[in-house]
């Protein structure tokens, strides 16, 4: 019988995330996971600025920068009748290198998205992502990665869980005592349907074929300029065509019609139908996917936990789906520590669901409502490209319908704006709550959002700042935060107290002190004379009642 803390099912982008996150915090894990190498296939192509930052606390932003779409190339996206037709939009967004020069030339606005996160939208291959994820969480010791090990069943009383693994080359059966279970296996999760949790939202959506290929000449086979993402709208070529490096490596994303299965489709003569002549192309795979937008009713059943897209379903539009599952990961992750250490009660755990079931759903519904929209203009036939006055109306119409589309690229909203509203371990300041706007990132210190992000020097974030568990933000520059670390040491409180000096952080967390949770969302902020013991026993969960079973 192997005994260990935390048992995670599932080893993709979220599972990986998992481990990692527990590892960084020195909390022994099992991860298993059915395929022995990451899937080859890119699936998700963009990791959100909130991703990225976390990331960067274990050093993997820097793995991520040169695997993708280089980052001197320009950051378009283009809506198209068709690869060999008509440009009807396109969004210009700051490529890395871009981002880099303007925030240096200080003459941006400083409120403005490229000083909203020390990142924009990185894009790159969910694989590559994983096998980032995969070489760092090998590097940690407390950590026990198997690949090419699957979950089998499991059964929980009120201690744990009792888990039977199995290695897929043997068939080696091991029985695993843990604490606590994490299923991050995917849409399909075993853990999920052994909870029997039902998922609410809609579901069957669309269905998809992904054609993931090598073209070397894509690039002159078109008019178009260089674009991270393709939106083909005439209805036989409707779909995504995502690049994945300089514009030879491409994933075609296109919507089945009635009646057609993904095996019906001939991948070559799809991408040369899209691009209105042949090319050489080598086709390396081609997968099915099915659209939903499905949330769990419950995060947690016991000691057992559900992240990633065992606990969601998303379409991508929006690039929201892998994001929130690692969000979910680093909830958990600090969540798991402080009951495994003994500085939280048990009852902490309950505030996994209450949080991310939110997020979860709100985020589902986002990605949902741009699916419906840009569906809706991928309606049309070679109308698309009529060369008269009617074509040119339609045209004209469609373009002003997709500058308002934009959010299912520009998401940082959805990605830093987030909030926790209903928690009982943040502590509310009575301030006003800012829009939640897809598109805009209101900047804020609010108790239950995201600890904003600033630049202390050119190369210091203030998230740098952030210990792994509670830190304090002191701007009194009187050292008022000394009477907190001594109260949080004699209530066994891990807290690292920061003392700022900085007039522009100041003005942007607008308050003497600032309480920063271990995943780096403001639990409190206030005046230097606050009940600290109270505070630290609210946002711990120390005063907290336990749910009814």
């Keep these: 019988m192997i005994e260990i803390p935390v048992l995670i099912a599932g080893g993709a982008s979220v599972g990986l995330s998992m481990a990692a996150e527990l590892g960084w915090r020195k909390i022994p894990c099992l991860l298993v996971e059915q395929r022995r190498e990451v899937n080859p296939h890119p699936r998700a192509n963009a990791?959100?600025?909130?991703?990225?930052?976390?990331?960067?606390?274990?050093?993997?932003?820097q793995k991520l920068f040169n695997k993708g779409?280089?980052?001197d190339y320009p950051a378009d996206y283009y809506w198209v009748s068709s690869m060999h037709g008509r440009a009807l939009h396109r969004l210009s967004m700051l490529s890395y290198e871009q981002l880099v020069q303007a925030r240096n030339s200080g003459v941006a606005d400083p409120m403005a998205e490229m000083y909203w996160s020390p990142y924009l939208k990185t894009i790159v291959g969910q694989q590559h992502v994983e096998r980032a994820l995969k070489e760092y969480v090998q590097t940690l010791e407390c950590v026990d990665s198997r690949f090419g090990w699957a979950l089998r069943d499991f059964e929980q009383d009120a201690?744990?869980?009792?888990?039977?693994i199995e290695c897929l080359q043997t068939g080696k059966i091991e029985q695993v005592r843990s604490r606590y279970l994490v299923g991050c296996d995917g849409g399909r999760s075993l853990v999920r349907t052994r909870l029997n949790v039902p998922m609410s939202g809609?579901?069957?959506?669309?269905?998809?074929?992904?054609?993931y290929f090598r073209c070397p000449d894509f690039m002159e086979a078109h008019s178009f300029g260089h674009g991270n993402i393709y939106f083909p709208l005439r209805k036989e070529y409707s779909g995504f065509l995502l690049n994945w490096d300089g514009g030879t490596l491409w994933t075609y994303h296109l919507i089945l019609p009635e009646g057609k299965e993904w095996n019906d489709i001939d991948?070559?003569?799809?991408?040369?139908?899209?691009?209105?002549?042949?090319?050489?192309?080598?086709?390396i795979e081609v997968q099915p996917w099915t659209a939903h937008a499905l949330t769990v009713d419950q995060y947690r059943v016991g000691n057992v936990f559900?992240?990633?897209?065992?606990?969601?379903?998303?379409?991508?539009?929006g690039g929201l789906g892998m994001n929130t599952g690692v969000g979910d990961a680093i909830e958990l992750g600090w969540k798991l520590e402080a009951v495994i250490r003994g500085w939280a009660p048990p009852c902490l755990l309950d505030t996994y669901h209450i949080e991310r079931h939110p997020v979860g759903v709100r985020n589902t519904m986002e990605a949902a409502d741009n699916f419906d929209k840009l569906y809706s203009v991928m309606q049309y036939g070679p109308e698309l490209d009529a060369d008269d006055e009617h074509g040119e109306a339609l045209r004209k119409a469609l373009g002003e319908e997709l500058q308002r589309q934009e959010k299912i690229l520009a998401s940082s909203g959805v990605l830093l704006g987030y909030r926790y509203n209903a928690t009982p371990i943040c502590v509310p300041d009575g301030t006003p709550e800012p829009p939640d706007d897809p598109r805009r990132y209101v900047p804020t210190a609010r108790p239950g959002h995201r600890a904003p992000h600033i630049w202390l020097t050119p190369d210091t974030s203030i998230l740098d700042l952030f210990s792994p568990h509670f830190t304090l933000l002191d701007f009194t520059g009187r050292q008022a935060g000394r009477q907190w670390e001594k109260q949080a040491t004699s209530m066994g409180v891990p807290l690292t107290v920061r003392e700022i000096d900085h007039a522009g952080a100041k003005r942007l967390y607008d308050a003497e002190l600032v309480l920063v949770r271990p995943d780096m969302m403001v639990a409190w902020r206030g005046a230097s004379d606050a009940d600290a013991q109270g505070i630290l026993q609210t946002v711990t969960g120390r005063a907290m009642q336990p749910l009814a079973a």
């Excluded at 201690?159 to 039977?164: F, H, K, L, S, Y």
């Excluded at 809609?202 to 054609?211: D, E, G, K, L, P």
């Excluded at 559900?306 to 539009?317: C, E, Q």
Aim: proline share 8%; glycine share 8%.
């Design 159 to 164: 201690e744990g869980v009792t888990a039977q």
């Design 267 to 283: 991948p070559s003569q799809a991408v040369w139908a899209l691009l209105g002549k042949e090319v050489p192309l080598e086709v």
């Design 306 to 317: 559900l992240a990633g897209d065992a606990a969601h379903k998303f379409t991508p539009t």
């Design 47 to 61: 990791v959100g600025n909130r991703t990225m930052e976390y990331f960067r606390r274990w050093g993997v932003d």
């Design 69 to 71: 779409v280089p980052p």
């Design 202 to 211: 809609r579901s069957n959506m669309a269905r998809f074929v992904s054609i």
